[in-house]
């Protein structure tokens, strides 16, 4: 739709919210040089803001936010003096926050939310002291440390969220006495909270989520009547601020080191990776009515989710599952948010009853399955857009994007539910693999600063789930009953026949053991050695794997490497799988297919070739890792047929994504090591063009094979 022009506004004040406009910035905008007011909030435009914007020097308010505006912000924007209101948010910008902001001095309110705008925060935003409201999240790239705000005495809403700030939290926050919204949610913060706290008003919400803040929480906090997260922090118990319970005042869900996991007088729900507490009683699906009361479903159970608040919370459900919930809608002047919802229309698809509601979070939202056999699980997660519409009326403007991840990997970015089922109030499914390790499940909805936040009013942007399904992709343990008692006759007629049949049963069965062993040696060793990695990753038939590949058909290979021909693959849920087949020729393979197992499953990152299981039927070893639709960086490089062009960002985004995978191999896993092999060939690339190392756990070991696996891999630390 091309833009128009509201030809019956006062020429000092021009709104072209919410009209499906697309183009370039409107240029006939430029020249109206009375302009005092401009939003062109919720569009479509595209392209660079134009250096022409500086001839609107008289602008007071200006509001670009949720378009698809690209490039730098232009400089010309320092021009704007007179500017009170800057809201910039939801675009596609690139480069640094600009430091000319700080010539903005008349600013009182500043909001650049999930612009994919680079960090550090400009230091010279201390000079902002009119500020009233700064909102500054998801900052790409670059870390910060803290802005000095001391001057800024009206602050009234301060958001530094996601935005790599590491260092203390100054003491003066605590004393800006007209502070009523306070959020510094998943930052790097360190260091202790202050014990004082000397605000003589009140503020009524604090979010310190998701940072590695340490020592006791400050009495003040727990005691305070704000709405209160701590959640996903390093704090410690003390005598002082020592929480007694998980769902008190504050959430405080794995807001302990993880130094406290060892203590028997501290709840799971405070430690990390929210341990469970059964005493061994696993479960291994999960089925969730986000927001709805419980319901059947082709037989499956549904379990209900009605719990009404959110905005700092932690519910743990009787049947080891639970949810986190941070984050209040700001600007809707509504004390009492709305966390769950219901459809504004009638639905008519299937299994209506798992969307007709559905969960809402302004910020973060994040289900536990807890107590889960260990082991590789299929990810089902419903959506339905229930809020927004179809038709020609205001609710049908609204956009709603959000990030999705599943044990900490992102597995889901700017996720648009109307755009990926094909119009609101339709359902679509996202299926994915996932590993649990330590018997919990995370799986988290975070909005990222995108989308709409007013259309059709306040209160409506942010994560909406309608239902989780998790189910096993291993055979789940059977457990093992105690024998039953019985009469004297029976027991003695029962060891008669024992003692007399017992002789002749132990030797046709070791007859038959012992032909069966020595068919199956080669698999029992590989095994065997996949136990004692005590790993229950995905297990693959290989029937699957045939199916998957077409009985492996030479137009499906999609590489040779040093240990065997990689397949690309689909699964009958319609994943893409790329099939790593270890060559038989190599004297190692048992050996070196069990070393890349345990290394891979032990290493998981966001750049890093993902492993979803494996097949040890009959005398094949093979490997299924997630499809990397852009193959190798090499042949995107070198190969003439499948160059591609690569622009400088994305290269480097490239290198980036190699630095963050070589850093996580060199110091930051758990089990480090030295690839020794990097390589254009072993840097993958995915549908975005994001790297992910192939090849890190494929070192080969002594010939004699005597030395134990986990302390001969190749470049181990």
């Known amino acids: 739709m091309q833009h128009v022009i509201h030809l019956f506004m006062p020429k000092s004040c021009r709104s072209l919210m919410g009209n499906r406009l697309s183009g370039p910035f409107p240029m006939a905008l430029t020249r109206i040089t009375t302009l005092t007011n401009l939003s062109i909030e919720a569009n479509e435009f595209r392209g660079q803001i134009p250096v022409e914007i500086g001839h609107l020097m008289q602008l007071e308010k200006l509001i670009i936010s949720t378009n698809e505006f690209t490039g730098p912000l232009p400089a010309a924007l320092s021009l704007l003096t007179n500017l009170t209101d800057l809201r910039i948010s939801g675009n596609n910008l690139s480069g640094r926050v600009p430091d000319f902001l700080a010539k903005l001095t008349k600013l009182g309110k500043l909001q650049i939310e999930g612009s994919l705008l680079e960090g550090p925060i400009p230091l010279g935003l201390s000079k902002l002291t009119n500020l009233s409201d700064l909102r500054i999240s998801d900052l790409r790239d670059s870390g910060s440390v803290f802005p000095d705000l001391r001057g800024m005495q009206s602050m009234k809403a301060l958001v530094l969220r996601n935005c790599s700030i590491s260092g203390g939290i100054p003491s003066y926050i605590w004393s800006m006495e007209n502070l009523t919204h306070l959020d510094l949610s998943f930052n790097e913060l360190t260091g202790k909270v202050t014990d004082s706290f000397t605000n003589r008003g009140t503020v009524d919400y604090i979010y310190l989520t998701g940072n590695s803040l340490t020592g006791n929480i400050p009495d003040w906090l727990l005691r305070s009547n704000s709405i209160v997260d701590l959640s996903f922090n390093n704090f410690t118990i003390g005598s002082s601020g020592r929480p007694t319970q998980c769902q008190g005042s504050a959430n405080l869900v794995e807001s302990y080191s993880p130094e406290m996991n060892s203590l028997n007088n501290v709840q799971p729900c405070l430690k990390k990776n929210f341990p469970c507490a059964s005493n061994g009683q696993y479960r291994s699906s999960l089925h969730i009515n986000c927001g709805d009361k419980e319901a059947i479903v082709n037989g499956v159970k549904y379990e209900g989710d009605t719990t009404p608040k959110g905005a700092s919370m932690?519910?743990?459900?009787?049947?080891?599952?639970?949810?986190?919930?941070?984050?209040?809608?700001?600007?809707?002047?509504?004390?009492?948010?709305?966390?769950?919802?219901?459809?504004?229309?009638?639905?008519?698809?299937?299994?209506?009853?798992?969307?007709?509601?559905?969960?809402?979070?302004?910020?973060?939202?994040?289900?536990?399955?807890?107590?889960?056999?260990?082991?590789?699980?299929?990810v089902k997660l419903h959506f339905a857009e229930i809020i927004f519409t179809n038709d020609s009326t205001y609710y049908s403007l609204g956009k709603r994007k959000f990030n999705v991840?599943?044990?900490?990997?992102?597995?889901?970015?700017?996720?648009?539910?109307?755009?990926?089922?094909?119009?609101?109030?339709?359902?679509?499914?996202?299926?994915?693999?996932?590993?649990?390790?330590?018997?919990?499940?995370?799986?988290?909805?975070?909005?990222?600063?995108?989308?709409?936040?007013?259309?059709?009013?306040?209160?409506?942007?942010?994560?909406?789930?309608?239902?989780?399904?998790v189910t096993p992709n291993f055979q789940i343990p059977l457990a093992v009953e105690p024998p039953r008692s019985g009469s004297g006759t029976n027991t003695s007629r029962t060891s008669k026949a024992l003692l007399i049949g017992a002789p002749i049963i132990a030797?046709?069965?070791?007859?038959?053991?012992?032909?069966?062993?020595?068919?199956?040696?080669?698999?029992?060793?590989?095994?065997?050695?996949?136990?004692?990695?005590?790993?229950?990753?995905?297990?693959?038939?290989?029937?699957?794997?045939?199916?998957?590949?077409?009985?492996?058909?030479?137009?499906?290979?999609?590489?040779?490497?040093?240990?065997?021909?990689?397949?690309?693959g689909s699964l009958s849920d319609g994943t893409i799988i790329a099939v790593k087949q270890l060559s038989s020729k190599s004297k190692q393979g048992n050996r070196e297919f069990v070393n890349e197992i345990g290394m891979i499953s032990a290493l998981q990152h966001p750049n890093l070739v993902r492993l979803y299981g494996c097949c040890t039927e009959g005398n094949q070893l093979l490997l299924v890792y997630e499809y990397m639709e852009n193959n190798c960086l090499a042949r995107a490089l070198f190969v003439e047929e499948y160059r591609l062009a690569l622009d400088w960002p994305t290269r480097r985004k490239i290198c980036l994504?190699?630095?963050?995978?070589?850093?996580?191999?060199?110091?930051?896993?758990?089990?480090?090591?030295?690839?020794?092999?990097?390589?254009?060939?072993?840097i993958l690339l995915d549908k975005d063009l994001d790297a992910k190392i192939s090849d890190f756990g494929l070192a080969k070991l002594n010939e004699d094979g005597h030395t134990h696996i986990s302390t001969k891999v190749a470049g181990t630390m």
């Open 657 to 682: 994504g190699i630095a963050r995978g070589l850093a996580y191999l060199h110091e930051e896993s758990a089990i480090r090591i030295v690839h020794r092999d990097i390589k254009a060939s072993n």
């Open 314 to 378: 932690l519910y743990v459900s009787p049947d080891n599952w639970a949810f986190s919930s941070t984050g209040n809608f700001m600007d809707d002047n509504i004390n009492d948010d709305n966390y769950i919802v219901s459809s504004t229309s009638k639905l008519t698809m299937p299994n209506s009853k798992l969307y007709a509601r559905a969960r809402l979070s302004p910020l973060s939202l994040t289900y536990y399955g807890l107590c889960m056999h260990n082991g590789s699980y299929t």
């Open 507 to 568: 030797i046709f069965t070791a007859l038959v053991v012992g032909i069966y062993w020595i068919k199956r040696r080669r698999k029992n060793l590989v095994n065997q050695d996949l136990r004692a990695l005590d790993l229950q990753i995905g297990s693959f038939t290989l029937r699957q794997i045939k199916a998957a590949t077409r009985n492996f058909d030479p137009a499906n290979k999609i590489g040779e490497g040093g240990f065997g021909s990689v397949y690309k």
């Open 405 to 469: 991840f599943i044990q900490g990997r992102m597995v889901l970015e700017d996720f648009d539910i109307e755009k990926s089922a094909g119009g609101a109030g339709k359902l679509v499914i996202k299926t994915f693999i996932t590993y649990v390790t330590n018997h919990t499940l995370e799986i988290q909805f975070y909005w990222a600063g995108r989308g709409t936040t007013g259309i059709p009013k306040r209160g409506f942007y942010g994560p909406l789930i309608s239902a989780i399904s």
